[in-house]
């Protein structure tokens, strides 16, 4: 395998990006996101797994720069709710959604749910695939229980609402330094530095 040198991250979330830059740093690897590299075609999202769904957004880039990149999928995982909104996350209040509009369905369908049986989790595909056609995938996961209502400005998505029973706050009011350790984004990617300490 070559050196690698760069990296396309192919989100078009820029919090993630953020998270995935400041967890990938101290990496001599120059990392571009999908602005970075004017690219602005929305991705395909139609697989039946998160993998399916990684792998869908890094394949078009790939085939487009011919350059390794590096994409996730992820979504939040209700037990009460059998999984949902799970890989429907970004869409659950509808096509078009807001953050806002997500969290207000979901509390709506919460209603009435003890706290002990609030209990959820976020999960995260990471999928690394070369212009040749190598692909390396990673998976993190990461536990909390859904509040009542939002607490805390930070963070992105469902994370008002994420609940650290550790920490007694939700990731929005724990802010990036912490959730960087322990999110499921966190997890995969600490996956996928120990590749890149191997690879370099
Ligand atoms: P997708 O991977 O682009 O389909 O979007 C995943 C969706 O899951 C996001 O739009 C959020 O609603 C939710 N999600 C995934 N990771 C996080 C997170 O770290 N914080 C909050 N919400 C998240």
Redesign the pocket.
């Known amino acids: 395998m070559n050196y690698l040198s760069r990296l396309i991250i192919a ?3 820029s ?2 990006i953020d ?1 995935m830059r400041k967890i990938l740093m101290d990496f001599s690897i120059q990392i571009f996101s999908l602005k970075d590299i004017n690219w602005k075609n929305p ?1 395909l ?1 139609n697989g039946r797994t ?1 993998y399916e ?2 792998l869908q ?1 890094v394949r078009s880039v790939v085939d487009h720069f011919g350059e390794p990149a590096l994409g ?5 995982e209700v037990d009460a709710l059998e999984g949902k ?1 799970g ?6 209040g509808g096509c078009g959604a807001s ?1 806002k509009d ?1 969290n207000c369905k979901l509390l709506k369908a919460l209603q009435g749910i003890p706290f002990d049986k609030r209990t959820a989790r ?1 999960r ?1 595909t990471l999928v690394l695939l070369f212009p040749k056609g190598e692909v390396y995938t990673w998976e993190g996961t ?1 536990e909390g229980i859904i509040t009542f209502e939002p607490k805390g400005f930070e ?5 008002p609402l ?1 609940f650290l029973p550790e920490y007694k706050k939700t ?1 929005a009011e724990l802010g990036l330094e912490i ?1 960087n350790k322990i ?3 966190a997890q995969a990617l600490a996956k996928l530095r120990e590749f890149f300490q191997n690879y370099h």
Do not use: Q, T, V
Not at 72 to 76: A, C, F, Q, V
């Open positions: 989100s078009h979330n919090h993630k998270e991705h999202e998160y769904n990684a957004k996730e999928d992820s979504g939040l909104p890989m429907y996350s970004a869409r659950y953050d997500n976020y995260c990461c963070g992105f998505g469902y994370d994420f990731f959730k999110s499921h984004r």
